[in-house]
């Protein structure tokens, strides 16, 4: 299995644009999990599905920002206008279930200046 | 919701020796406790975890406890090596998963 997929590894983008961040989770996990880290609040849950339904969105900062999953092989997380403070590393990961490991995506950096 | 609390932030020792990482949790209902190692510029990668069922774990140098009573779980790395250097995290799961904070751990040659 390829894991976690991510796409882009990079981007960057001035303030306003839109910004879609892109994650195929392994086959068969149920549950998929979009964190952002920065330095300053360490590795926050923004949202999670399982079987493709948002289950918990409480963590999304604000309305900019929204997650879609419409099916098992794929997410996108979405932030819309991007500020300079959304700069941070964005990861996709996904589980079989809450007892089991989450494997990580290799993360997408987004810098918005 | 679960809140995960972990210390220290930052722990420095000489190859060697132990290290110790704690972290304490809110939510009894949580049944599953993952320790994760991130290195700089990389993903969280999953070195150990335990489930409420068990009170401790050993993987060669890593142990990790559980106390459900107090609501706290131990990383215990045992003759460290300068590549066990990395970020640390543990998360404590019931449904979804939060994480602790993160320690900084720099081991000394």
């Known amino acids: 299995d390829a894991g976690v997929i991510q796409s882009p590894r990079h981007e960057v983008t001035e303030m306003g644009q839109e910004v879609t961040l892109r994650c195929k989770p392994i086959?068969?996990?149920?549950?998929l999990f979009w964190y952002r880290q920065t330095m300053m609040r360490g590795l926050e849950l923004l949202i999670y599905?399982?079987?493709?339904?948002?289950?918990?969105d409480s963590g999304m900062p604000e309305d900019r920002f929204s997650a879609k999953m419409p099916n098992a092989s794929f997410s996108t997380l979405k932030i819309q206008p991007s500020e300079p403070r959304d700069s941070a590393v964005y990861f996709c990961?996904?589980?079989?279930?809450?007892?089991?490991?989450?494997?990580f995506g290799p993360g997408t950096r987004l810098t918005v200046t | 919701g679960e809140n995960v609390e972990q210390h220290p932030s930052t722990l420095s020792v000489q190859e060697g020796d132990s290290a110790v990482i704690k972290c304490t949790y809110s939510?009894?209902?949580?049944?599953?406790f993952p320790w994760y190692k991130q290195e700089l510029g990389k993903r969280p990668q999953l070195i150990i975890d335990?489930?409420?069922?068990?009170g401790e774990k050993k993987d060669q140098r890593i142990a990790v406890t559980l106390n459900k009573t107090a609501k706290h779980f131990s990383l215990h790395i045992t003759e460290t090596q300068p590549e066990d250097s990395a970020v640390y995290f543990c998360?404590?799961?019931?449904?979804?998963?939060?994480f602790g904070a993160g320690t900084r751990l720099t081991v000394k040659p």
């Open positions: 086959s068969g996990h149920n549950s």
């Open positions: 335990i489930r409420s069922n068990v």
């Open positions: 998360a404590a799961s019931r449904e979804d998963m939060r």
């Open positions: 990961a996904s589980n079989r279930d809450s007892t089991y490991e989450q494997y």
């Open positions: 939510d009894s209902a949580s049944n599953y």
């Open positions: 599905f399982n079987n493709n339904v948002p289950i918990d």
